[in-house]
């Protein structure tokens, strides 16, 4: 059980071009003996775990953040992160209750980052905007997010969060702000696949 580990659900890639040095985001729900731990459902993704997946795999210490996801969220049936969060090469997109200690974590992103010469940018969806109900209901954050020739970014989403109102007058708004790195939002209908779990999230992949 100190070892739980949910793969590549929990896992962030933050850099520039795919084959260029980038900093790799762990995320856990819960260390042996901390006490910041869910109580209604159990967190899947251990500190333990992380941190053995960053050894084994030889990755650069200074490349590696590990970071906490909010206890809250995780009672509230957000097992996984790619639930609450998704990113693609400088960008995060993420809710605003998804981390423990949250404005931590995005210093030390950016202080990160810095050093690499990537231009991180934090796309945080305020909760007044979407709720977490909101946002775990229509899978907002179980997207994809995808650089095109231009540099510009595209969000894959599934029907459900066309669907939502809330959800999508935000995402319009997204769209349509200048000063947004996200500048469209692709709906497919992939019902079959996020009634299996699925969706979006599950085309990941940040081996290059």
Not at 89 to 114: C, G, I, N, P, Y
Not at 126 to 142: C, G, I, K, Q, T
Request: glycine share 8%.
């Amino acid at each position: 059980a100190m070892f739980g580990d949910e793969g590549a659900a929990n896992h962030n890639r933050l850099g520039g071009d795919y084959g260029e040095p980038g900093l790799q985001l762990f995320i856990y729900g819960r260390e042996e003996g901390g006490h910041a731990a869910p109580v209604r459902y159990p967190a899947r993704q251990t500190l333990a775990a992380s941190q053995a997946v960053a050894r084994l795999n030889q990755v650069n210490p200074s490349q590696v953040i590990f970071a906490q996801q909010n206890p809250q969220v995780i009672d509230q049936g957000v097992f996984h992160n790619d639930v609450i969060a998704v990113s693609n090469r400088h960008v995060l997109f993420h809710h605003q209750q998804a981390f423990v200690d949250q404005a931590t974590v995005l210093a030390t992103l950016r202080a990160k980052s810095d050093s690499l010469d990537i231009p991180f940018t934090s796309v945080e969806v305020p909760d007044e905007r979407v709720s977490l109900d909101d946002a775990v209901a229509s899978y907002l954050f179980n997207s994809q997010l995808l650089s095109r020739d231009d540099g510009s970014m595209m969000l894959v989403l599934p029907q459900e969060s066309r669907n939502h109102q809330g959800v999508w007058r935000y995402l319009s708004d997204l769209a349509a702000d200048s000063a947004s790195p996200i500048d469209e939002v692709a709906v497919f209908d992939l019902r079959e696949s996020m009634r299996n779990g699925g969706g979006p999230a599950c085309l990941r992949l940040r081996v290059v």
